[in-house]
Nanobody
Framework: QVQLVESGGGLVQPGGSLRLSCAASGNIFSINTMGWYRQAPGKQRELAAVIINGWQTKYGASVKGRFTISRDNAKDTIYLQMNDLKPEDTAVYYC?????????WGQGTQVTVSS
């Protein structure tokens, strides 16, 4: 079983930056997709960014150009660098791991963008 541990959330002013980290441990399959989804109060969970098989990236439309996802394969850790944050980026951010036969969600980390 794969476990995900997230860190890096918090409170930031509009225009600021944060970096989220998600470390995976356990029986990690080399061919996988890892990424970040987010859920704001009263809204459905949506894609922020994913990295597929360690190199191909995909972003949600609302974060493209501001967020960057990256991966350290040696540490089985992914990062989400979030720049130019806006109040509408406020949400719980969930790390996600997926293979053909399995998927795991992290516990979530709160990101609040407010002045």
């Amino acid at each position: 079983q794969v476990q995900l541990v997230e860190s890096g959330g918090g409170l930031v002013q509009p225009g600021g930056s944060l970096r989220l980290s998600c470390a995976a441990s356990g029986n990690i399959f080399s061919i996988n997709t890892m990424g970040w989804y987010r859920q704001a109060p009263g809204k459905q969970r949506e894609l922020a960014a994913v990295i597929i098989n360690g190199w191909q990236t995909k972003y949600g439309a609302s974060v493209k150009g501001r967020f960057t996802i990256s991966r350290d394969n040696a540490k089985d850790t992914i990062y989400l660098q979030m720049n130019d944050l806006k109040p509408e980026d406020t949400a719980v951010y969930y790390c996600h791991y997926e293979t053909r036969s399995d998927q795991v969600w992290g516990q979530g980390t709160q990101v609040t963008v407010s002045s």
